[in-house]
Structures are given as C-alpha cells and as structure tokens.
T-cell receptor
Framework: DQQVKQNSPSLSVQEGRISILNCDYTNSMFDYFLWYKKYPAEGPTFLISISSIKDKNEDGRFTVFLNKSAKHLSLHIVPSQPGDSAVYFCVASDPNAGNMLTFGGGTRLMVKP | ETGVTQSPTHLIKTRGQQVTLRCSSQ?????VSWYQQALGQGPQFIFQ???????GRGNFPPRFSGLQFPNYSSELNVNALELDDSALYLC???????????????FGAGSRLTVL
C-alpha cells in the first residue's frame, strides 16, 4: 500500500511561471512532511518541510501548502528556473515508526528556458 | 563539513551472491539509515541504526542486514541476491533531536547494484 502518492510522474513548465507539485497521503498519523529534490547521479537533498500543525511554510521561491482534511499537500515554486529541473519527492515522517520517512514515487519537473 | 559518502558507486553481482555496501556519515551525525530505490520509484526505507543498534526496519527480509560502527560509518549487507535487488541503495545520516522536529536526512549519492 502506497501511503504517499505523487500522481503526476512528470511536469513541464516554462521558465518564470509557477510550478505546482502535488502529493496525497493516507496515514493521518504523519506529523511532518518534507520535500526532497534529486538531480541525476546525486542523492536527494532536503528542500523544505512543514509540520502537520501548520498549513503553509515558505522559503524563498518555495512554498509548501498542507490541507490535513484532504490529506493533500503541494509544493509551489515561483518563479521556476531551469536549475529547478529535477525529480521532486514528497516525503512523510511517521512518529509512531521512529520518524521513519516514507517517500512518494517522485515527480520529474522540467523547466524550459 | 563533509557530506555522506558511499562506496562502491556501481557494482554488478550474480544471483545468489552476497554484497556489502559502505557508507560514511556526515560529521556530527549519529543516526544512519538505508533506502532502496528501484528504477522509476521513490526510495523505500530498509532500516535505521542509532548507537550501533537497529532501531527501525521497513518491509525487507532478514537477508538485508546492517552494521553501524562507533565512528558512525555503516554497512548494508545483502545475502542470497535476487534479480529484484537491482536498485540504487542510498545511505542517509541525521542527528537525533531531543526536541520535536522533522527528521532531516542528508543523503549520499548511492551505490547502484545490478544483479544478473
């Protein structure tokens, strides 16, 4: 059973426009959500996180929104830049499992110049 | 500060063999975890070590085992390799926090294992 789902395997956006990456989860016990970015031949790198008690967290061009009732979160990147082209993973932390991280399948973002 | 380093970067094994993958944690980190990333999928949690003891395990069989050493480096061992074990194996380290907060992991670049 996939507890974290990213239903869009890929997304293409024009440079300067907004990128919106979506994520759904099923486990209501998750207490933190994170987004990781992965370039080819590199490990995933932490981008931004949000606590389950908040509904928004912003860091520069990156904003994460959390809708607990819908068990849905999204990552907004604005303005998008070609260097943002990467695979983005939605990740959830489970406090009942030693803060184990559960990854979604990833969304490949392509930002076209 | 040094990041997480993994070795080897690539290796090829045949079915039934055994493999050991190695990881050096980021300086100052006391927890190491291992993830398996199959092609086209997200990383899946294998297990986590803290103070040289396994303190969390995902849905992986016992032939996946690990060690954490006093210097916080780590090994992942896989016995009786199967074709489906072909994947990118990621090591990640973190610092256990006494206060609540997201468990932010620092990942290495991974070891790509191919089982023929």
């Amino acid at each position: 059973d996939q507890q974290v789902k990213q239903n869009s395997p890929s997304l293409s956006v024009q440079e300067g426009r907004i990128s919106i990456l979506n994520c759904d989860y099923t486990n209501s016990m998750f207490d933190y959500f994170l987004w990781y970015k992965k370039y080819p031949a590199e490990g995933p790198t932490f981008l931004i996180s949000i606590s389950s008690i908040k509904d928004k967290n912003e860091d520069g061009r990156f904003t994460v929104f959390l809708n607990k009732s819908a068990k849905h979160l999204s990552l907004h990147i604005v303005p998008s830049q070609p260097g943002d082209s990467a695979v983005y993973f939605c990740v959830a932390s489970d406090p009942n499992a030693g803060n184990m991280l559960t990854f979604g399948g990833g969304t490949r973002l392509m930002v076209k110049p | 500060e040094t990041g997480v380093t993994q070795s080897p970067t690539h290796l090829i094994k045949t079915r039934g063999q055994q493999v050991t993958l190695r990881c050096s944690s980021q300086s100052g980190h006391n927890t190491v975890s291992w993830y398996q990333q199959a092609l086209g999928q997200g990383p899946q949690f294998i297990f986590q070590y803290y103070r040289e003891e396994e303190n969390g395990r995902g849905n992986f069989p016992p032939r996946f085992s690990g060690l954490q050493f006093p210097n916080y480096s780590s090994e992942l061992n896989v016995n009786a390799l199967e074709l489906d074990d072909s994947a990118l194996y990621l090591c990640a380290s973190s610092l256990v926090r006494l206060s609540s907060g997201a468990n932010v992991l620092t990942f290495g670049a991974g070891s790509r294992l191919t089982v023929l």
